[in-house]
């Protein structure tokens, strides 16, 4: 601990997540503890914790927000971090953090900023480079929002920001990513279907180049290069397997086999593809701006 400064609790959740650990857990050994709240991993995940030193207790996960409301009252101390396994705290956002809990926080919770990488580069458009979380707060009176996918901690009043973002490698590989892809298209296929929504070649083709036009022109991600043209055509490709799986829902007459595919991706698999459809809706919901991070109602890609 930093003379002068509040112990600090850096909670981060986990499921299997052997791959991306020991970075994380590297870049927060400046909190006095570390916990992770594993749900049952099956592979390194938990031995890579407690050779690095963290405190380790299990629990069941449900879903995201509940396994973090559970998570936060174990903490040792008063204020927390809470980090995700594919996130990093840069040295800048550690001495701010450090900083801050030394001069009296005069607030219960703050923003975070998120870079978030693509294939290893820093992606600031295509509507990626808006994106804020609040995970530097008081343990007992901060919660996450009682929801299935994309809740966020509830605080009263407007949050300062700190200068200094979270480093996030949610899209590491491809193969690590396609997973993700396959389910989300399942999920959103069948979300559809049950509420009598059917595709023909209209949706099939024309929402995945109005993606990829918002993308890549819109949110200027023209400027991330060859980066960006990928990312955009990836996302233009996601809407397309959604609406191809929903017309050929129609043509089979049914859904049946989402449900089991999509528990097949292991219990984190609901929120990994909550954040695709938030990400969705953010589209949605604007033509020009993305307004993910307004202080009240913010979102993450994750």
């Known amino acids: ?123 600031r458009h295509c509507g990626w480079g808006t994106d804020k979380v609040i995970r530097l707060f008081r343990r007992d009176q901060a919660r996450y929002e009682d929801r299935e996918v994309h809740a966020e901690i509830v605080l009263p009043g407007p949050l300062p920001v700190l200068r200094n973002p979270l480093e996030h490698h949610s899209f590491r590989s491809f193969g690590q990513y396609w997973r993700k892809i396959q389910i989300y298209s399942e999920w959103g296929a069948a979300r559809l279907y049950r509420e009598g929504k059917r595709a023909g070649a209209l949706q099939i083709f024309g929402r995945p180049v109005v993606r990829f036009f918002k993308m890549y022109v819109v949110r200027l991600g023209f400027l991330e290069g060859v980066h960006g043209l990928v990312l955009s055509m990836l996302g233009a490709f996601t809407v397309y397997l959604k609406y191809a799986r929903l017309w050929e829902m129609e043509i089979l007459k049914g859904a049946f086999e989402v449900p089991a595919q999509v528990e097949s991706g292991g219990p984190l698999a609901r929120e990994q593809i909550g954040r695709m459809v938030d990400e969705e809706s953010r589209f949605a919901k604007t033509e020009v701006s993305p307004s993910r991070d307004q202080p009240d109602r913010p979102a993450q890609p994750r």
């Open 1 to 123: 601990m930093s003379p002068g400064r509040p112990p600090l609790t850096a909670i981060v959740p986990t499921f299997n997540e052997e791959a991306t650990l020991r970075d994380c857990l590297l870049s927060i050994r400046f909190a006095d503890e570390i916990l992770v709240v594993d749900s049952f991993s099956t592979d390194a995940t938990v031995s890579i914790a407690r050779e690095l030193g963290a405190r380790v207790l299990q629990h069941e996960y449900v879903y995201s927000a509940r396994q973090k409301n559970w998570a936060i009252p174990q903490a040792a101390h008063e204020w927390v971090l809470l980090v995700d396994s594919d996130e990093r705290v840069t040295p800048g956002l550690r001495e701010e953090i450090e900083e801050l809990l030394a001069s009296g926080p005069r607030h219960d919770g703050y923003w975070i900023l998120r870079a978030n990488h693509f294939l290893g580069r820093r992606i």
